[in-house]
């Protein structure tokens, strides 16, 4: 079964950010649910602000109360931003080494079947 988790960020102007997680709990076996970071938004002339930061906070303390033990992301290699907004949130990566990914800086398609290494690393938050 797969829940959604959503947290919005409000401001005096509206909404300034939002982000949505699946919670995936298994029927049989008991054990811990899955928490899957699907997308985060700020609106952009609310960005490197907080927004995102108290929004990714604000998910994994609903994944703690879930009881689950991590919370996952793909995240694109090439989206920097996002990359640092998770690792300072405590996110390790894996995937393929990091970096640039080659490329000589144009954008891949998914699923191209090349050398290149992955479009997306995995990002993990244990709990």
Do not use: C, H, W, Y
């Not at 609106?43 to 927004?51: K, L």
């Not at 995240?75 to 640039?100: H, K, Q, T, Y």
């Amino acid at each position: 079964m797969a829940i959604d988790a959503q947290e919005v960020a409000q401001g005096d102007d509206g909404l300034v950010g939002a982000a949505v997680a699946q919670v995936v709990v298994e029927d049989e076996g008991g054990g811990s649910p899955s928490v899957v970071l699907l997308t985060i938004a700020v609106r952009a002339d609310r960005r490197r602000q907080g927004v995102g930061a108290a929004l990714v906070a604000a998910l994994a303390a609903r994944a703690r109360q879930a009881g689950s033990a991590v919370v996952a992301a793909d995240v694109a290699r090439d989206n920097a931003p996002a990359r640092a907004l998770l690792e300072a949130a405590g996110f390790a990566f894996s995937g393929g080494g990091g970096g640039g990914g080659g490329g000589g800086g144009k954008r891949r398609r998914r699923g191209a079947n090349d050398d290149a290494g992955p479009a997306s690393l995995e990002a993990v938050l244990q709990l």
